[in-house]
C-alpha cells in the first residue's frame, strides 16, 4: 500500500512542476519552488526555506557578493550517461567567478573565487572544482530527484546577490524520457 501512495504522489506532483517555465527567473520563482518543499512529500529541495540554497543537513552562511564585482551567472546543463546515471556540466561565468580549489587562491581583482558544492536530494554530494562531473546512478532514488549546484567561497559560505544564494537546480524523474522535468536557475545565463 506504501508504494501505491508514492506513485501517487509522485504522479500528482509532476504536473505542479509543469505549471513553472523551464528557467525562473525571479524570486518569486524561488518562492513557489519553495512552496513545493512545504508539501511534506518525498521531494527535498535544494532551496530550503531559509533561502540558504543547500537542504537542511548542510547550512552554511551566505556571503554577499561584493559591490563591483561581477554577479557570476550559473547554469546546469545534464546529460544521461548510458552507461550508468548522469553527467552534470556546471556553466558559470567567467567574467564573474573563478572555479578553482583553495590552493590555487589568487585574489584576481573584480570577480570572486570559490568551488560549487553538489547537493542530491538535499544532501551534500562533494565539493566541486572543475565544470564536469560523473553523478552514479547510486545517487538517486527511483522517481523525482533533485539535483543543485551552489557557488561557494573557500571559506565555504554560499555566495549570494541580495540574500538569495546563487544557485541552480534540476529536478528530474529517473522513471521517465525525458528525465528533466524542471529546471530553476536564481542567476541564470
Do not use: C
Not at 18 to 28: G, L, M, N
Not at 78 to 100: P, R
Not at 132 to 144: R, S
Amino acid at each position: 500500500m506504501k508504494k501505491i501512495k508514492k506513485i501517487v504522489y509522485s504522479l500528482a506532483i509532476v504536473p505542479l512542476l509543469f505549471q513553472w517555465p523551464v528557467v525562473a527567473k525571479t524570486a518569486e520563482r524561488q518562492d513557489k519552488t519553495m512552496a513545493l518543499d512545504n508539501m511534506k512529500g518525498n521531494i527535498n529541495l535544494a532551496v530550503d526555506n531559509a533561502g540558504s540554497g543547500l537542504g537542511d543537513d548542510h547550512l552554511h552562511v551566505k556571503k554577499a557578493v561584493p559591490a563591483g564585482v561581477v554577479v557570476p551567472k550559473l547554469d546546469l546543463q545534464l546529460f544521461v550517461d548510458h552507461k550508468s546515471g548522469y553527467n552534470l556540466h556546471i556553466i558559470y561565468d567567467y567574467d564573474g567567478f573563478e572555479l578553482e580549489p583553495p590552493e590555487f587562491l589568487d585574489k584576481p581583482k573584480g570577480i570572486i573565487e570559490g568551488h560549487a558544492h553538489l547537493f542530491i536530494n538535499g544532501k551534500k554530494i562533494q565539493r566541486v572544482y572543475g565544470a564536469y562531473l560523473h553523478l552514479d546512478a547510486k545517487l538517486f532514488k527511483l522517481g523525482i530527484n533533485s539535483i543543485s549546484v551552489t557557488l561557494n567561497s573557500h571559506q565555504h559560505d554560499t555566495w549570494s546577490v541580495d540574500g538569495k544564494p546563487i544557485v541552480a537546480t534540476y529536478f528530474i524523474n529517473t522513471q521517465v524520457t525525458p528525465v528533466i522535468q524542471y529546471y530553476f536557475s536564481a542567476f541564470p545565463m
